[in-house]
C-alpha cells in the first residue's frame, strides 16, 4: 500500500533563506508526482508536475526532484519570501491499480517570517 | 484558461436543508473529481468523473449526490447533512485518457458549514 510522508510538519525560516521540503513515498510504482501549495482556507495551487521518467522540473523560484528508485522527491525554494508562507502538499498518483487516486503527503506548513 | 470555478465559496446550510455545489472547468478535462478537507488533513477523495461517468464512490453516504451534466461541469448536492460534514469541498479535474492521467487542477473549494 502506497504511503506518503512529508518532512517536516513544520518549518519557520526567516525571510532570504533557501529551503528543501522533502516528500518521500513507499512504492516506488508512480505515474507522477505533484506539489501543491495551500494558503488557509483555499483551494490548492498546483505547483510542480514531476512525471516518472522525469528528474526535476522548474518554475520560478521552485525546483523540484524526484529519485522514484528511493522514493524520494523534494521541493526547493529559493530566497524565501513571507508570500510563500503556506502548506505545501505532495502527492503521488500510482501506476498500477487505481491510478485516478492521488496518495497524499499531511503536508508541511512553512512560515517564512520578514 | 487553468482555472477550475467553484461557487458558492461559503455555504451555512441547516440539516433538513437541501443544497448543491457547482463546479466548472473549460481545460477540455475529462475526469473530474470532488473532495473533502478537514482543517489539518489533505484532501480526501469523495467521486470521480471519467468521461461523464461515475468511475469512482469512496463509500461516500448517499446524502451526498454527484452529477456530471456535460464535460465542464460538475455538481454535488447534498441532502440531509450532518455537522460533521462541515469541511472544505474542493473540485479538481485532469486529462483523463484510460491511464494517463495528467496534472490535477484545483477550484478553491466551497466552505460548508452544516448547523
Known amino acids: 500500500k502506497q504511503e506518503v510522508t512529508q518532512i517536516p510538519a513544520a518549518l519557520s525560516v526567516p525571510e532570504g533563506e533557501n529551503l528543501v521540503l522533502n516528500c518521500s513515498f513507499t512504492?516506488?510504482?508512480?505515474?507522477?508526482l505533484q506539489w501543491f501549495r495551500q494558503d488557509p482556507g483555499k483551494g490548492l495551487t498546483s505547483l510542480l508536475l514531476?512525471?516518472?521518467s522525469q528528474r526535476e522540473q522548474t518554475s520560478g523560484r521552485l525546483n523540484a526532484s524526484l529519485d522514484k528508485s528511493s522514493g524520494r522527491s523534494t521541493l526547493y525554494i529559493a530566497a524565501s519570501q513571507p508570500g510563500d508562507s503556506a502548506t505545501y502538499l505532495c502527492?503521488?498518483?500510482?501506476?498500477?491499480?487505481?491510478?485516478?487516486?492521488?496518495?497524499w503527503g499531511l503536508g508541511t506548513s512553512l512560515a517564512v517570517n520578514p | 484558461d487553468t482555472e477550475v470555478t467553484q461557487t458558492p465559496k461559503h455555504l451555512v446550510m441547516g440539516m433538513t436543508n437541501k443544497k448543491s455545489l457547482k463546479c466548472e472547468q473549460h481545460?477540455?478535462?475529462?475526469?473530474m473529481y470532488w473532495y473533502k478537507q478537514k482543517a489539518k488533513k489533505p484532501p480526501e477523495l469523495m467521486f470521480v468523473?471519467?468521461?461523464?461517468?461515475?468511475?469512482i464512490n469512496e463509500s461516500v453516504p448517499s446524502r451526498f449526490s454527484p452529477e456530471c451534466p456535460n464535460s465542464s461541469l460538475l455538481n454535488l448536492h447534498l441532502h440531509a447533512l450532518q455537522p460533521e460534514d462541515s469541511a472544505l469541498y474542493l473540485c479538481?479535474?485532469?486529462?483523463?485518457?484510460?491511464?494517463?492521467?495528467?496534472?490535477?487542477?484545483f477550484g478553491q473549494g466551497t466552505r460548508l458549514t452544516v448547523v
Open positions: 481545460m477540455g478535462h475529462r475526469a
Open positions: 512504492d516506488s510504482a508512480i505515474y507522477n
Open positions: 514531476i512525471q516518472s
Open positions: 468523473y471519467s468521461y461523464e461517468k461515475l468511475s
Open positions: 502527492a503521488v498518483r500510482p501506476n498500477a491499480g487505481n491510478n485516478r487516486k492521488l496518495i
Open positions: 479538481a479535474s485532469s486529462q483523463a485518457a484510460d491511464r494517463v492521467m495528467g496534472e490535477a487542477f
